[in-house]
């Protein structure tokens, strides 16, 4: 791989390989590190990357997927820096959002590692399911029940924070 072609790759996948290790350790630093040690080992002569098997994409989130379960193993529990900025109208709006931002972050990352993974890849970086399936080295119809498990605790969570949506029977 010529060093255009690394630039390349990396102008265009840093962001979302990023997000993913961001959401997945809960951490800004492990993040750049795990996306730092992604984009090293496509420069490393054991290389394990073929393009015959797996998009680059696939096979990047694969390697953030697995340095990110490392790091959370060593460590425990991810913990949400609140760091996210945005641009309200009011400082109570802003004080309501982000409260709201945190009580998601943080159930999102109470969830069981496989629901968490799957939730992330296919809400936040918005994978196609069969991608989701390799990344994550299982099937689609994996995938799915966990993505309806992710969810269905998440609603059951977080239904304190929207009291006018009751359910429906």
């Known amino acids: 791989m010529d060093r255009d072609e690394y630039l390349h790759l990396f102008d265009e996948h840093h ?6 290790a961001y959401r997945m350790t809960g951490s800004v630093a492990d993040a750049e590190d795990i996306v730092q040690e992604c984009f090293l080992e496509l420069l490393r002569p054991g290389c394990s990357y073929d393009a015959k098997r797996t998009p680059i994409r ?17 460590s ?5 820096d609140g760091s996210a900025t945005w641009n309200g109208h009011s400082p109570e709006c802003e004080v309501l959002r ?5 009580v998601v972050a943080r159930a999102v990352t109470q969830l069981p590692e ?3 993974e799957a939730l992330i890849l296919a ?3 918005q994978l196609p399911l069969a991608e989701i399936a390799r ?4 099937e689609v119809t994996a995938v799915k029940s966990r993505l309806q498990r992710a969810r269905a605790h998440l609603k059951e969570t977080l239904a304190a924070y929207a009291p006018g949506a009751e359910r429906k029977r």
């Open 15 to 20: 962001l979302p390989l990023y997000r993913f």
């Open 58 to 74: 696939t096979y990047l989130f694969g390697v953030v997927r697995n340095q990110s379960l490392k790091r959370v193993g060593k």
């Open 76 to 80: 425990g529990l991810p913990v949400e």
């Open 98 to 102: 982000t409260e709201l931002e945190e």
């Open 114 to 116: 496989g629901q968490k």
């Open 123 to 125: 809400h936040y970086e």
């Open 135 to 138: 990344v994550m080295e299982i």
